[in-house]
């Protein structure tokens, strides 16, 4: 089974404002109420260690380029079985905004077991970050 989710928020303030913001990771246990940690080097191929409210896990960076994007997998327990493709894009705008685009490809036999739960609480929590990053970023303008 797959599901997708994906949210969006505009942010007024340029890219390089909000990516500045969106990489300082060691600041999110400060602001970001979904992603409480996220440490490790941010390098394609590595894993990072990222905590969520109840979960803790170490996926792998899929891809990561400075203003635009980044994107890492992960998986419950064995591929499979409950993967987890989650990115983050920024999209300049020509009135000098920001999209931010935050979502999560999932996918895997269990899938159907969490959807009512991704679709309520996990979008939520997607939710909640992109409007915290909104304020973050706009305050510190």
Known sequence: MKLSIETKININAQPEQVWKVF????????WNPFISKLEGKVIVNQHIFVKLPGMNFKPKVERFDPLENLTWKGKLFIKGLFDGRHYFQLIPEANGTTTFIHGEDFSGILVFLFKKNLLTEIKDGFNNMNKALKERVESNL
């Open 23 to 30: 990489s300082d990771f060691k600041s999110y246990p400060d």
